[in-house]
């Protein structure tokens, strides 16, 4: 089957303009031009538009997606990496839709307000046995007073990072020609640990705390536990951000 440019660009939710760019680009080529000028694209077209649109998504530009598309040629293995990402987030969502009907129904009067219900899937201290238990009540609640004690905006803006980091480093372990000691991977070491010392109330924000031990046991916990290795796309993605940082620390520290 063929589709033409304005088929493709209204299911897509895009322009034709965008998707000529995107050719001149050479990110999404149609599979034939008519003698009319248009441009008509196959299944195999759409598959490989599918995986620019995702990884616009995930905050990369239009540079950064060609590298990509070069270097994974495998399209069935990079699309299902795109997929776990987007369960992780779709499950994270359902928890805040929940908690948010759930409030409406209260505030209508049908039910009881639950504050563990209304916060299901916004709660930054679901880990605080584990941190506590870690590092100590003091480092807990040093860290949550920073947290509670930041604007909406500042928030937002601080996950925004968190959230980049992690694009950043899936992107690295997806790609092939980057290995954990590699410049590239060594720069966002740095900019992992920069952010893990911006975190009041642990040991890599102290002058006198242990850097090293603290960063090399989050990263072995990143690997050891799978709700952190998610982040990574698996313990395999976790443990090359792990040998990352490894690195990173035995040449700065």
Do not use: C
């Not at 779709?90 to 929940?98: C, H, N, P």
């Not at 959230?163 to 092939?176: K, S």
């Not at 050891?224 to 690195?247: I, K, S």
């Amino acid at each position: 089957m063929e589709w033409s440019i304005q088929q493709v660009a209204k299911l897509a939710g895009t322009t034709s303009r965008a998707l000529r760019h995107y050719d001149e680009l050479g990110l999404v080529p149609p599979a034939r031009v008519g003698a009319n000028g248009y441009r008509y694209y196959d299944e195999r077209a759409l598959v490989r538009l599918q995986r620019v649109l995702l990884l616009r998504e995930l905050g990369l530009g239009l540079a950064q997606i060609a590298e990509v598309l070069a270097r994974q040629t495998d399209e069935a293995s990079a699309l299902a990496s795109h997929l776990e990402l987007l369960r992780e987030e779709r499950a994270r969502l359902d928890r805040q839709i929940a908690a948010v009907q759930g409030t409406i129904v209260g505030l209508e009067g049908k039910g009881r307000l639950m504050a563990e219900d209304m916060l299901d899937g916004f709660d930054h201290s679901r880990y605080r046995e584990e941190v506590e238990a870690r590092w100590g009540r003091e480092a807990y609640s040093r860290g949550d007073r920073w947290w509670r004690g930041m604007s909406e905006e500042e928030r937002a803006r601080w996950m925004a990072d968190a959230e980049r980091l992690g694009r950043d480093w899936i992107a690295a372990v997806q790609d092939p020609a980057i290995s954990a000691h590699s410049d590239a991977a060594q720069a966002i070491a740095a900019r992992h640990v920069d952010w893990l010392r911006g975190i009041p109330g642990t040991p890599a924000a102290e002058s006198d705390g242990d850097l090293e031990g603290y960063v090399l046991g989050l990263a072995e916990m990143y690997v050891a536990d799978e709700r952190f290795a998610r982040n990574y796309g698996g313990r395999e993605g976790a443990a090359f951000v792990r040998d990352a940082l490894r690195a990173y620390l035995l040449q700065s520290v």
